[in-house]
């Protein structure tokens, strides 16, 4: 089993910036990609950002292209999610998500096998 849990939300002007984090206990070892989602009121969940542990090739949402930024930190086995230039859409709780199996498509939620509980973001006009 994994373990996930989120930190880092808040309340935030448009503009502004927040980090996310997102750290795993557990068996940690079985990782091979972590993911960033959200999921705003009334929308399905969405997929923003992922990083495969392979060559920490990362992926993005077009909608945070160029705002977000999606990084890990080995050590501590956590990932962060930098939040710049934040919009009101951005509103959303946001999920921090764990793959175990090598998966090629991080941006398919169906693809984790892990999830934390969320942590709020609201970004005001």
């Known amino acids: 089993q994994v373990q996930l849990v989120e930190s880092g939300g808040g309340l935030v002007q448009a503009g502004g910036s927040l980090r996310l984090s997102c750290e795993a206990s557990g068996r940690t070892w079985s990782i091979s990609g972590m993911g960033w989602f959200r999921q705003a009121p009334g929308k399905e969940r969405e997929f923003v950002a992922a990083?495969?542990?392979?060559?920490?090739?990362?992926y993005y949402a077009d909608s945070v292209k160029g705002r977000f930024t999606i990084s890990r930190d080995n050590a501590k086995i956590t990932v962060y999610l930098q939040m710049d230039s934040l919009k009101p859409e951005d509103t959303a709780v946001y999920y921090c998500a764990a793959e175990v199996g090598d998966s090629l498509y991080l941006e398919n939620a169906r693809e984790y096998d892990y999830w934390g509980q969320g942590t709020q973001v609201t970004v005001s006009s």
């Open positions: 990083i495969r542990w392979s060559g920490d090739i990362t």
